[in-house]
């Protein structure tokens, strides 16, 4: 089982790589969340935190890990 399971991460591993190759071509962002923050990577792998004010309006902060 525990093989199954490094297998699984190698292919998420993987799938991530690819998935962030294809964005940087393409010129896009990708958004995810880190330690339960919004985040926003551009192409050039600056990232930005995403928050919401008390009207709803959303803005982005430098992120520091």
Do not use: C, P, T
């Given at each position: 089982?525990?093989?199954?399971?490094?297998?699984?991460?190698?292919?998420?591993?993987?799938?991530?790589?690819h998935a962030r190759?294809?964005?940087?071509?393409?010129?896009a962002s990708i958004?995810?969340?880190?330690?339960?923050?919004?985040?926003?990577?551009?192409?050039?792998?600056?990232?930005?935190e995403i928050v919401?004010?008390?009207?709803?309006?959303?803005?982005?902060?430098?992120?520091?890990?």
């Amino acid at each position: 089982m525990l093989n199954n399971r490094e297998q699984l991460q190698e292919i998420l591993k993987k799938a991530n790589q690819h998935a962030r190759k294809q964005a940087k071509e393409s010129g896009a962002s990708i958004y995810y969340m880190k330690n339960n923050k919004r985040v926003r990577e551009d192409a050039n792998g600056n990232k930005f935190e995403i928050v919401f004010n008390d009207a709803g309006n959303r803005q982005e902060f430098e992120y520091h890990e």
